[in-house]
């Protein structure tokens, strides 16, 4: 289990350090502010959304490791995927990380890594504010979302 952990915090580090899709899309159709007001993350999603799929996806921001590393991943989550599997996933996420409902691990796949966060309460607004945000620039919601 001690090697699994390593493999995680590996991912996470990876990803941390070495962002996925970071930086902004020139036309994005849809886009939302994320705040986590508790560890100091901000970020901004971009989407360029097309017949109901997510095209193309991008994030700005700064933040801790777990935040940068949980946007970066989502972003390859989401990338090329219809809306309705990008939500789907977005509240699997949520679910597996708060504990709210029993969510198989496996059916994320890679997200799977942040399983461990959800021992730690703060941590997990650290890995959930991109989905957060993703959902609420899917949902066209202008208010900047905030995990307070
Ligand atoms: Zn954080």
């Given at each position: ?23 902004r899309l020139?036309?994005p159709t849809h886009q939302a502010d ?10 901004t999603v971009f989407l360029e ?8 996806v991008r994030f700005e ?72 945000t993703?959902?609420a620039a899917?949902?066209k919601?202008q ?6």
């Amino acid at each position: 289990m001690s090697d699994l952990g390593d493999l995680y915090q590996e991912m996470i580090l990876d990803h941390s350090k070495r962002p996925r899709n970071e930086g902004r899309l020139d036309a994005p159709t849809h886009q939302a502010d994320g705040n986590n007001p508790l560890c100091g993350d901000k970020l901004t999603v971009f989407l360029e959304v097309d017949g109901g799929t997510v095209k193309d996806v991008r994030f700005e921001g700064s933040g801790c490791a777990i935040s940068t590393s949980s946007a970066s991943l989502m972003t390859e989550a989401v990338k090329g995927k219809p809306i309705a599997e990008a939500e789907a996933t977005f509240e699997k996420f949520v679910n597996l990380l708060t504990q709210k409902e029993d969510v198989d691990p496996a059916d994320l796949g890679k997200l799977a890594v942040f399983a461990g966060v959800s021992e730690f309460p703060t941590r997990v607004k650290c890995a959930t504010l991109s989905w957060h945000t993703l959902h609420a620039a899917l949902g066209k919601n202008q208010d900047p979302v905030s995990t307070e």
